[in-house]
């Protein structure tokens, strides 16, 4: 009995103790580290696409995105959605056009094009966008972003020029 | 006998779930955490899109990319200096040489229509006129850049 006491407390004696502060102190280190170096900002994110040369697009012969698959036989320009972004003052979108309407604001452009897309008689898979020079590069996004959604990517883009400034009213 | 009452009630926090905590959190930071930005220029300001998607890492390694930030004025930000839009031009006809010379060392054909494999970037700011902007991407595509990919933020 006494033997056994005595191994209990020679155990006892010979615990041995952690000590756990000075990891504590370097995990606070850490943790200050990652604190003051991080940054919630919103994800970036982005539109990945094909861009062939743009004035060729509306041509007979032009040359097919590298991604054209579907209505091959036809030519881009019975393929190729026209749509024409002015800039109205501050560089701001003053009026969009898409082929030859005139359309008033984005929300009735998004319902124009999902309709057109929508009409299986219509061979419709790429898009040429002639933007005004002035016009804000967010304002130039928005329409990427309305066409992205409706699953066009293959888009081509051409600078608006003097000449059509009369067309499509 | 007084210091044996004093060892006997001697207070001795538990810090083993206070060490829990804080490695929790150190996980936290350490995933969230991001330190492959080195490409983005702090001074674009990017346009917001809902329908634009994030880049996975696997094609990013994949791919040949070439970044351009341009900025508000649509000056390009480019390995440090910022370029006039002559100066850009002259830039992006530079890089299409180095992506060719690439190209030709690592033993590559080119594309029958002469289109560069590498990927073009654009960070451009939301306040940039669009004249420059299509300079630029005509700069890129009469140099043989075909590729190009629009970056945008979600949220606003």
């Known amino acids: 009995m006494s033997l056994g006491k005595k191994k209990k407390k020679q155990k006892r004696s010979s615990d041995v103790d952690i000590p756990i502060t000075p990891m504590l102190d370097m995990a606070f280190q850490l943790l200050t580290f990652f604190i003051l170096t991080y940054t ?8 990945a696409m094909n861009l062939v040369p743009a004035q060729a697009a509306t041509k007979l012969d032009a040359q097919m995105s590298s991604d054209a698959a579907s209505n091959a036989d036809l030519p881009a320009s019975l393929r190729t959605l026209d749509t024409g972004l002015r ?10 056009s ?8 984005m929300a009735a452009f998004e319902k124009e094009l999902t309709s057109i897309l929508s009409d299986k008689d219509l061979a419709f898979d790429q898009a040429l966008i002639r933007v005004d020079p002035r016009l804000h590069f967010s304002e130039v996004m928005k329409v990427i972003d309305i066409y992205a959604k409706l699953k066009i990517t293959k888009i081509s883009f051409s600078e608006m020029t003097g000449a059509d400034e009369g067309s499509p009213q | 006998m007084s210091a044996s009452l004093s060892s006997e009630t001697r207070a001795e926090p538990n810090l083993t779930p206070l060490l829990d905590v804080v490695f929790q959190l150190i996980t936290f930071f350490m995933l969230v955490i991001n330190f492959s930005n080195d490409n983005f220029d702090q001074r674009v300001k990017l346009p917001v899109a809902g ?6 890492d696997a094609s990013k390694v994949a791919e040949d990319r ?9 000056r390009l930000l480019f390995n440090g200096k910022n370029y006039s839009s002559d100066e850009a031009i002259e830039q992006i006809k ?3 040489a180095l992506v060719r010379l690439n190209v030709k060392a690592g033993g590559v054909k080119l594309d029958p229509s002469g289109s560069l494999p590498t990927r073009i970037v654009i960070r451009a700011d939301r306040d940039m006129s669009f004249g420059p902007l299509y300079q630029l991407m005509n700069a890129c595509q009469n140099n043989g850049f075909q590729k190009f990919e629009f970056k945008a933020m979600t949220g606003s």
């Open chain 1, 98 to 105: 898409l082929g030859e309407n005139a359309i008033d604001g």
């Open chain 1, 87 to 96: 800039a109205a003052e501050g560089g701001r979108l003053g009026r969009i």
């Open chain 2, 51 to 56: 329908s634009a998607r994030p880049v996975d």
């Open chain 2, 94 to 96: 530079l890089q299409a």
């Open chain 2, 66 to 74: 070439l970044v351009l930030n341009i900025d508000s004025s649509g």
């Open chain 1, 40 to 47: 919630p900002s919103p994800q970036e994110t982005s539109f």
